[in-house]
């Protein structure tokens, strides 16, 4: 103790002579900021960062640990500028190259980071972590054959990382290759075998394979090794059903659900577990709470129907089938059991036209098996009763929000895509003071009264919908076969969700009509939305999550099955011929967002806001994504302008934001 006071006071000595005052305080500095991390205390490593920052503006190093503070306090844009200003000062900084690489991967700005991957290993190819980095990056990015190349680097130089053969083995599974998967992930356990991913994801793999008594082995291995990972008493829930043991898959289930009460998915697969021991009431519990998370997916609707039948609740039952057949207007399977229920209801008429509308849906499917497009959208009568694995995403409409339950962020939700809609005239608000007169001739040239361009769900009720499209129907089979009835029809059929055959419509539109951008922009949207509708069947809609570590991210994700590439090539087009369109920016944006491309969505809310300074709904979004990638106070601003606009949700989400942009 004595000796380190002697050292203090000589310390202080040195900090007051004049020479070694500034570079004393700048190690001084540095040293606490270094401290102040090592304790996870990356706001007092801000604020003694900031202090040496003043003093001395071209100390890289400085904003480079700055930098790493703000990344672990999620501050991704103020990270990445902080690295930026790094490279500024020393352009041969491999390490802040490296750091912005993973930022920008964290933000899906997967091209700028792998450009920083290749200036680090360019600087410094002797160094493994990079070729790590830029690995995890390219599975993210879906380029598994690269990730391959640099997880095989970043072995031979560190073979006692088990992360990496992990990864590895991710990229061979997605390759299909699950003989190297295995032989990965076995080696993952043996480089560490406390690591409970690396007995999940070999689980995971017996699990596929049907190998149950292997699969349950390491999933109880994980469990020893950490005894809070929700994901291995999910898989073991898994194979406890698929061997016929229901209440230790019940069992494990409830353990998840104490891990985390709002996982969905869990709920989901508790509840037909629960309907199919016969504890309907409870079934009916978990059902109402995944219906409340996530309202907009019809197989909640479907399967609590098929509950409410068995406790005799015929009338309530009806009523779930017809939420289902709203949500889902080609769901052949709802029509069968809605009629089957209808007839107990002594409703012979209504009965027969759930029949025939379900053998009209199930033809309409077998006829378009060849298309891999739509051969799953349209309806199947296979059954709906099969639990979901973890890497399913169970949520609702991707255009009502951004986020699922991640960060705070669950109750943030994007406004939805511009369409050339239907609405009743009366209804419509007031004239804005962003006009083009190629959107008004265009309306014109239609000449239906009901049309508009509008991000708003239409007011016309869905009995007087399906009217008019057979209206329009009727005109087409007289023989106008115009593009303008067409365009007509094809927004009709979006309406009442008969998805497949409005593309179809647009698509013939587009074959007359080439050069008419607002086609494109009407085909996009009912596009994307058919790929809503999709994913709440099929599960595999990866909602957007970033985690703190981008590895961390492939524990629970799984690649995109379906994405919007056509819906924004359409866009693009949309653009490529009407550049001063900023509905076709605004509707860019937001399938970038959807599909994590948050830098490229915000250029596009910014270019929609240049064209059309009072353009609410870009403001609106804008907001919203800044705020998830942690520039709060900018989010709020476009928040406000969006509020004085006219956007009420603006002050909503004010409220729970406005006090932390400070």
């Given amino acids: 103790m004595r000796k380190f006071i002697i050292v203090l006071l000589a310390g202080i000595a040195l900090m007051c002579t004049p020479d070694a005052h500034a570079q004393y305080n700048r190690e001084y500095f540095f040293w606490m900021g270094r401290s102040c991390m090592m304790n996870n205390d990356y706001q007092e490593a801000i604020r003694t960062l900031n202090t040496l920052l003043r ?199 409830d353990r998840v659900i104490q891990l985390d009460w ?162 009743r005239p009366d209804t419509l608000p007031e004239v804005r003071p962003y006009r083009l007169q190629r959107i008004e001739d265009f309306r014109k040239r239609i000449g239906n009264e009901y049309l508009t361009l509008s991000c708003r769900e239409s007011n016309i009720a869905p009995d007087t919908l399906v009217m008019l499209d057979k209206e329009y129907a009727l005109r087409l089979k007289n023989g106008d076969t115009s593009w303008t009835r067409l365009f007509e029809r094809g927004v009709s059929q979006a309406l009442i969700k008969q998805y497949t055959n409005s ?23 009912t596009r994307a939305e058919m790929i809503d509708f999709i994913s709440s069947i099929d599960n595999s809609y990866q909602r957007i999550s970033i985690d703190s570590d981008p590895a961390n991210r492939l524990n629970n994700n799984s690649k995109r099955t379906y994405s919007y590439d056509e819906a924004v090539a359409d866009l693009n087009k949309a653009v490529k011929l009407f550049p001063d369109f900023a509905e076709a920016y605004y509707n860019r944006a937001n399938l970038q967002a959807l599909s994590g491309s948050l830098p490229e969505a915000y250029e596009d809310y910014s270019k929609a806001i240049e064209l059309n300074p009072s353009f609410a709904e870009a403001y609106y979004n804008r907001g919203v994504i800044q705020i998830f990638m942690k520039d709060t106070r900018k989010g709020c601003l476009d928040l406000s302008k969006a509020g004085e606009l006219g956007i009420l949700e603006a002050y909503e989400v004010l409220k729970r934001y406005a006090h932390l942009e400070d």
């Fill in 55 to 253: 003093f001395d503006e071209d100390a890289f190093e400085g904003y480079f640990l700055r930098g790493i503070a703000k990344y672990n306090l999620d501050d991704l844009l103020g990270a990445e500028e902080d690295f930026s200003t790094a490279i500024r000062l020393n352009p041969v900084y491999t390490q802040a190259y490296t750091y912005r690489a993973i930022t920008r991967s964290r933000l899906g700005n997967y091209d700028d980071a792998l450009q920083d991957f290749r200036e680090a290993i360019e600087l410094r190819p002797d160094l493994p972590g990079p070729y790590y980095s830029r690995g995890v990056t390219r599975l993210l990015n879906q380029q598994f054959k690269e990730a391959i190349e640099d997880f095989d680097k970043f072995i031979r130089q560190e073979n006692k990382v088990a992360d990496a053969f992990i990864c590895r083995g991710l990229s061979y599974l997605h390759l299909k290759d699950t003989t190297q998967a295995y032989e990965n992930f076995n080696t993952a356990i043996r480089t560490n075998r406390e690591n409970p991913n690396g007995y999940n994801r070999r689980g995971g793999l017996y699990l596929d394979q049907e190998r149950y008594q292997e699969a349950e082995a390491d999933f109880n291995k994980a469990i020893e090794c950490d005894s809070t990972y929700l994901l291995s008493f999910f898989n073991r829930a898994l194979v406890y059903n698929a061997t016929n043991r229901p209440m230790l898959a019940l069992a494990d289930f």
């Fill in 503 to 525: 593309v179809n419509t647009f698509s013939t539109a587009i074959e007359l009509n080439p050069s008419n951008p607002f086609l494109y922009l009407n085909r996009s949207t």
């Fill in 262 to 423: 709002t996982n969905s998915l869990t709920y989901f697969n508790r509840a037909m577990l629960r309907t199919q021991i016969g504890d309907y009431n409870r079934a009916l519990e978990d059902y109402d709470r995944v219906a409340l998370y996530s309202p907009n997916n019809v197989l909640v609707y479907y399967n609590r129907a098929g509950v409410h039948a068995q406790l005799g609740e015929i009338e309530e039952a009806v009523k779930d089938y017809t939420s289902a057949i709203e949500l889902y207007p080609d769901f052949a399977n709802a029509y069968i059991y809605r009629g089957r229920l209808r007839e107990l209801l002594q409703d012979p008429k209504g009965a027969r036209s759930d029949r025939e509308t379900a053998q009209r849906k199930i033809a309409e499917y077998r006829s378009r098996l060849s298309d891999s497009t739509y051969s799953i959208f349209a309806d199947t009568t296979q059954r709906f009763d099969r639990l979901l694995s973890f890497d399913s995403k169970f949520a609702g409409s991707s255009f009502d929000r951004i986020t699922g339950h991640n960060g705070g962020h669950e109750e943030m939700r994007l406004l939805p895509l511009f369409k050339f809609t239907l609405m």
